[in-house]
């Protein structure tokens, strides 16, 4: 066999790297911030308590604590709908603490801390509940929806 013919059929059954037009691990993120804290009444709450997300695009959920005091954030049926890619935690400096990979059901956020949540849509769904899952904080007001198109 010629070493043309056997560089052609090489060619042939050696994919190429390429990247699909689908390729997540390079999408552009969008920040979607996101308050959690009590109002002057003691209310709990989520600002915005409310997110339009697409199926496909990746988000960074940045999640800003401004209590004295813990609260988490649970996507429930949420997580149903999307491909988690990763938790960050950094310091105030912009230092990475940790980053956390895998299934994450929900994440504890400490007082005056910020924590990124990446995730991207896959399925799309109206209005699936996220709630602060500490005792008592669903009941003051800590919980919210996202819509997926």
């Given amino acids: 066999m010629k070493l043309t013919t056997l560089f052609a059929a090489a060619a042939i059954l050696v994919p190429t ?11 552009n993120v969008i920040d979607l911030p996101m ?15 409310h997110f339009d997300l697409v199926t ?9 604590n401004i209590d004295e005091y813990k609260h988490e954030l649970a996507l429930n049926e949420v997580l149903e709908k999307i491909f988690i890619r990763k938790v960050e935690i950094e310091t105030a400096d912009g230092d990475l603490v940790a980053e956390i ?5 929900e994440v504890e956020v400490g007082p005056h801390q910020t924590v990124e ?20 904080h669903y009941d003051a007001g800590m919980f919210g929806t996202i819509t997926i198109r």
Avoid at 56 to 64: P, R
Avoid at 101 to 105: A, M, T, Y
Avoid at 123 to 133: H, I, N, V
């Fill in 17 to 27: 790297l390429s990247h699909a037009e689908g390729d997540l691990s390079r999408a």
């Fill in 35 to 49: 308050e959690m804290g009590t109002d002057d009444n003691g209310n709990m709450y989520f600002k915005p308590n």
């Fill in 56 to 64: 496909g695009q990746a988000y960074a959920l940045v999640i800003t």
């Fill in 101 to 105: 990979k895998g299934h994450i059901n």
């Fill in 117 to 136: 949540w990446f995730f991207v849509p896959v399925q799309t769904g109206e209005d699936l509940e996220f709630t602060c899952e500490i005792e008592g």
